[in-house]
């Protein structure tokens, strides 16, 4: 899944440990309170992770960043959703939404998150 640019993975494979290692403890039964630590770092990760990205497109003048920010948006408030789900005590639902959040997010790098690095790629190629 990565796409050649060195900060974009580094992040993206940071966030997607971090929602693997909340699945994972949290079907092994790790406390609540030690979930939710792991779970707030999943939460401010990828909303610094978003930022970063955000301000990247608009140093490269990117033409979609807008369309890619509600992107962003729309997956931050899934995270938070999923985090509300689970101070509520819904684990059931916690887990069905973790399942939509990978898969959304796997989408969101291979689709939106390409089409932005091949757009800086072509545009150091112009510069070179």
């Known amino acids: 899944m990565e796409l050649g640019d060195e900060l974009l993975d580094g992040e ?7 929602l693997d290692t909340f699945e994972t403890k949290m079907k092994e039964g790790m406390p609540r309170d030690e979930l939710l630590i792991v779970l707030d770092r999943l939460v401010e990760f990828t909303n610094l992770h978003f930022m970063s ?12 960043a807008g369309v890619h920010a509600k992107a962003h948006d729309s ?3 899934q995270v938070r959703a999923i985090q509300n789900c689970f101070m509520q ?23 939106m998150d390409r089409g932005f690095v091949e757009f800086m790629e072509r545009r150091k190629k112009e510069v070179e």
Do not use: C
């Not at 993206?12 to 971090?18: E, G």
């Open 12 to 18: 993206h494979a940071a966030q997607m440990r971090l």
């Open 53 to 64: 990205e955000e301000v990247l497109m608009q140093q490269h003048a990117y033409p979609a």
């Open 75 to 77: 997956l931050l408030g």
């Open 89 to 111: 005590g819904d684990q059931p639902m916690t887990e069905a939404e973790l399942g939509t959040l990978r898969s959304w997010l796997v989408d969101h790098i291979k689709t």
